[in-house]
């Protein structure tokens, strides 16, 4: 069973910048191989929704509310997938989920669902004021 732990968070004010990091273990295949990654936020009240996702073989997919803005990317060494936010907002307020899967795919720079990962840390609050 893959674990997911997330790390990063905190508050900040707006316009600020924070780095989200997710390392994986328990992995069957290393990260590079197979795993397609995401982020996830939910604000209180709303649905997880998509942030960013990389797959396995590099290819990148945002969301359109913080694309040009958030940077997902990878270090297959360490297990590890990053997300570089900048310029937040008061409208990125949210818990910041690390997601897993290696059936899910980045298709012409498409999130993934969130039924499309089975594996999800425990996530890491983001405060923009």
């Known amino acids: 069973h893959v674990q997911l732990v997330e790390s990063g968070g905190g508050s900040v004010q707006a316009g600020g910048s924070l780095r989200l990091s997710c390392v994986a273990s328990?992995?069957?295949?290393?990260?590079?191989?197979?795993?397609?990654m995401g982020w996830f936020r939910q604000a209180p009240g709303k649905e997880r929704e998509g942030v960013a996702a990389?797959?396995?073989?590099?290819?990148?997919g945002y969301a359109d509310s913080v694309n040009g803005r958030f940077t997902i990317s990878r270090d297959n060494a360490k297990n590890t997938v990053y997300l570089e936010m900048n310029s937040l907002e008061p409208e990125d307020n949210a818990m910041y989920y690390c997601a897993a899967d290696d059936w899910a795919s980045v298709i012409a720079g498409v999130v993934p669902g969130v039924a499309d990962f089975r594996h999800w840390g425990q996530g890491t609050q983001v405060t923009v004021s």
């Open positions: 328990r992995v069957t295949h290393d990260i590079h191989s197979g795993y397609c």
């Open positions: 990389i797959d396995s073989d590099g290819s990148t």
